[in-house]
């Protein structure tokens, strides 16, 4: 379906003033020519009173950015797309089949949304504005094979009317489901954090990429997935950010022992590593200063001690020795 764009129909002032001129002038002139016995002139107005209302049947105000998909008997004749007033044949009907479809968006704009959708159910209008799509939450299984829930949000618009139209049922429906879709291809090939020997690029090399880490890839993997499914229905995909990233509730609470053990781990080897550059320092110092001769056994019991002194969670009770040195 090709799109045609009409430009040259920008009259609907001319023929609404004419009408109305026509109206006012339609029993006047009636009675003068039938007087004059003008009988043709005399049909003409008889006529014109009974149909004319029919003109303005075909007058159509377009704002910025919406588009009126048209047909003829069945027959698509073309879409209005610039703003204006215009007239077309009365006996054309505009097509929008998802004029009373509301895509769900964020909650802070629900109750402006469903008061658009009872206005929308009664036009048949398209509009080209930039659009959200937030589609519910869903479960779906990482590369690893747990569960996470994850949301999206898509901005998008409509780029070809007539494919909007007449390639799918419901462009908006066909939207929604094409990103769900997507989202479950994409969130698969992921594991939510960074784990060993997954290749998410698809080189067949191990890399770090994750759904928790690697959020402006995925998002970009989502949104070329989206688009490649959506061109037959006339639609741009212009954006997809996820908006919500979590391990299911059945094993978040695991998950997140898990995590912790992990964050504890690389705590502890830090401070090890800490501890024992310091204690190699003091020795060293020790040493360069010739403050104390130690001997293999003493130097053993000194690292011990600092290693406590410098790992343990609590602080050290001083010991002091007063006696001998040995």
């Known amino acids: 379906m090709k799109e045609i764009i009409l430009t040259s129909k920008k009259n609907g002032m001319f023929v609404l003033i004419l009408s109305i001129v026509l109206y006012i002038i339609a029993i006047p002139g009636i009675i003068i020519s039938a007087s004059m016995d003008l009988i043709p ?36 004749i073309g879409t209005l ?91 908006k429906e066909f939207l929604s489901l094409q990103c769900d879709s997507a989202l479950r291809n994409i969130v698969r090939i992921y594991p939510y954090d960074v784990a060993s020997g997954v290749d998410t690029t698809g080189d067949g090399v191990a890399d770090e990429g994750s759904l928790r880490g690697s959020s402006e890839t995925v998002a970009k993997r989502i949104k070329e997935e989206i688009q490649t499914r959506v061109n037959e229905a006339g639609i741009e995909i212009i954006e997809a950010r996820i908006t919500y990233l979590a391990y299911a509730t059945e094993i978040a609470s695991v998950m997140l022992q898990r995590q912790q053990a992990s964050a504890i781990i690389d705590a502890r080897k830090m401070i090890v590593d800490g501890a024992v550059g310091m204690v190699e320092m003091a020795l060293e110092r020790l040493n360069e200063k010739d403050i104390v001769n130690l001997d293999e056994e003493r130097k053993a019991a000194m690292v011990s001690n600092l290693l406590v002194v410098l790992c343990g969670n609590k602080d050290a009770q001083p010991v002091v020795n007063s006696g001998s040195l040995y």
């Open 41 to 76: 002139l005399t049909i003409f107005f008889v006529l014109f009173l009974m149909f004319g209302w029919l003109l303005w049947c075909g007058l159509k105000i377009l704002k910025p950015q919406e588009a009126l998909v048209l047909t003829l008997f069945g027959k698509y």
């Open 81 to 171: 797309k610039e703003e204006g007033f215009y007239f077309v044949n009365p006996f054309c009907s505009a097509v929008n089949p998802a004029a009373g479809t509301n895509l769900k968006q964020s909650g802070d704009v629900q109750a402006k949304a469903e008061a658009l959708q009872a206005q929308a159910a009664y036009s048949k209008k398209m509009s080209l504005k930039i659009m959200t799509l937030n589609n519910s939450r869903q479960k779906i299984n990482d590369c690893l094979g747990n569960p996470i829930e994850i949301g999206i949000a898509v901005t998008w618009r409509i780029v070809d009317t007539a494919k909007a139209a007449f390639n799918v049922e419901n462009y």
